[in-house]
């Protein structure tokens, strides 16, 4: 089966910078390393992750400045589909510092700039000008002032265009989204799933029942839920399985859940059912965290991880 088409939308991207200092000192001046810039923001990342692991997704997204100019400019030079809608505001930055002394890694999230109400129409109409797409996943942070029926209808628009809809968000995006209902696929972590059911996580008989009523009310067709180095844990209607995670050198979590959800859809889209396509995603998703900086899984690393997980070879760092 051949693969089928996949859109993504970003509605808060963001020019990623990542650098490292020898020692994390206040007041110091803090000599860092040569800055490595990418292209940021959810769908974004899902989209470049797609491309590395053999597919091909169109990024849709708002962008400006010369911030913007920079973000498409590296999306070219690594051949990723776009469709940018541009923004009178500047396109955020966010910075990835690691501190060498230790090898904790320090992640500073700018916030986006509000798009204005005619911004947001004309990313709606993008989406209509947009080809047809079987999936279309929704991924990332949303900037400040959104109209209050936006989310809905862009629900509503993707449905008619025949797009399935994956939802990667958070708080009360992530709610509004889910009581739309009808979604394919949600990928919540433990900290996002608690909040959404505005209640702790007591246990996993807990999480699987948080999981199986999204389901069981028709939010959602499949819920996958991150557990970081424990794995994921994926619901549907026929399936509660819990999915291990290879043990690899950890270097940077950045762009791991991007790659995860990239990776599941990709399998997804190409025919395999959920149990295949949720355990190619934490493949991914884990060889994401074998990457340096702001990096995104590579296709060798998750190709061999898949394996150890499928049974069929063994994970090296």
Request: proline share 7%; hydrophobic share 45%.
């Amino acid at each position: 089966m051949a693969a089928q088409r996949i859109l993504t939308l970003t509605l808060n991207p963001a020019l990623d910078m990542a650098t490292a200092v020898p020692r994390l000192c206040p007041h110091d001046k803090l000599r860092c390393s040569p800055p490595v810039y990418a292209p940021g923001g959810g769908g974004i990342n899902v989209a470049r992750a797609i491309r590395r692991l053999g597919g091909e997704a169109l990024a849709l997204f708002p962008v400006g400045g010369s911030t913007g100019a920079h973000l498409l400019d590296l999306l070219d030079a690594e051949g990723v589909p776009r469709q940018a809608v541009p923004t009178a505001s500047w396109t955020r930055e966010c910075i990835n510092l690691t501190n060498q002394a230790d090898g904790q890694q320090y992640r500073f999230v700018l916030p986006g700039s509000p798009l204005s109400a005619q911004e947001q129409a004309a990313v709606l109409s993008a989406l209509d000008r947009a080809p047809l797409a079987d999936y279309l996943v929704i991924s990332g942070s949303l900037p400040e002032g959104l109209a209050a029926d936006f989310l809905p209808r862009l629900l509503e628009q993707a449905r008619r265009r025949g797009s399935r809809c994956v939802v990667d968000s958070t708080g009360d995006a992530l709610r509004q989204m889910l009581a739309c209902g009808g979604l394919l696929l949600i990928k919540p972590n433990l900290d996002e799933l608690s909040a959404l059911a505005a209640e702790p996580i007591t246990g996993p008989e807990h999480l699987t029942r948080l999981a199986r009523d999204l389901v069981a009310a028709g939010r959602t067709e499949a819920v996958l839920v991150s557990l970081g180095a424990q794995g994921a844990l994926l619901v549907t209607a026929e399936l509660c399985e819990r999915i291990p995670a290879p043990t690899v050198p950890r270097r940077s979590t950045v762009g791991a859940g991007d790659s995860l959800l990239a990776a599941m859809v990709l399998k997804h889209a190409s025919g395999a059912g959920w149990s295949e396509a949720a355990r190619y995603g934490v493949a991914a998703g884990t060889a994401a965290i074998m990457t340096e900086g702001s990096d995104l899984c590579r296709r060798e690393d998750t190709e061999r991880l898949f394996g150890w997980l499928t049974g069929d070879a063994k994970p090296a760092g």
